[in-house]
């Protein structure tokens, strides 16, 4: 079945570091994909998205283009801040609006020290 | 901003009670969901619904029901709470059209 694989982390930065976040997928057909956001005590947000091959989805600084051909959808940021510290979340949905299609990854826990 | 309501955002019951989260929308989408959220567990659906009467069970469904008599309600009940329900839970919704999930800011349950 479809499948979202990430690193677990925690990672931690210094501010202005560059950030790379793994994700890579599993999945049959042409999903979208997906990076959501968790800022503690909050509910989780949509970063960006990307819908087909070779895609960019970007947004407050952050990047990750969908690479069909080595499944991925690494998350990116060139420089980050202490109010970046969050948990990432990849996720896929294989297409239409059914719930069962939908897959997140475990997330990813971000600390930036300043 | 997605219009999405969840209350109580913070409650402390008993084991053997029962209680129910609701989750409000404004925008009158089609799908809601239920999650609850756990060190190590990640994300995991507990219910979700096609519409007004219409749900189904997601991965985690024992020892939880669900409603939904109104497009913007949909209400998640422990008939009975247990120490193994603590947790923080998610609802989220989906519009009618594409695939994007948006999430409500959760209820911490606390079942002591």
């Known amino acids: 079945g479809d499948s979202v694989t990430q690193m677990e982390g925690p990672v931690t930065l210094s501010e202005e570091a560059f950030l790379t976040i793994n994700c890579t997928y599993t999945a049959t057909g042409y999903p979208s994909l997906f990076w959501y956001v968790q800022y503690p005590g909050e509910g989780l947000q949509l970063l960006l998205k990307a819908t087909k091959a070779d895609d960019k989805g970007s947004n407050k600084g952050f990047e990750a283009t969908y690479r069909k051909e080595t499944t991925s959808f690494h998350l990116e940021k060139g420089s980050v801040q202490v109010s970046d510290s969050a948990v990432y979340f990849c996720a896929l949905s294989s297409g239409g609006t059914s719930y069962d299609k939908v897959i997140f990854g475990p997330g990813t826990s971000l600390s930036v020290i300043p | 901003d997605a219009g999405i309501t969840q209350s109580p955002r913070h409650k402390v019951t008993e084991t053997g009670t029962p209680v129910t989260l609701r989750c409000h929308q404004t925008e009158n989408h089609r799908y809601m969901y239920w999650y609850r959220q756990d060190p190590g567990h990640g994300l995991r659906l507990i219910h979700y619904s096609y519409g007004v009467k219409d749900t189904d069970k997601g991965e985690v469904s024992d020892g939880y029901s669900v409603s939904r008599s109104k497009t913007e309600d949909f209400l998640l009940t422990l008939e009975s709470a247990t120490s193994s329900q603590t947790s923080v839970y998610f609802c989220?919704?989906?519009?009618?059209?594409?695939?994007?999930?948006?999430f409500g800011e959760g209820s911490w349950l606390t079942v002591v």
């Open positions: 989220a919704l989906q519009p009618h059209s594409g695939n994007t999930i948006y």
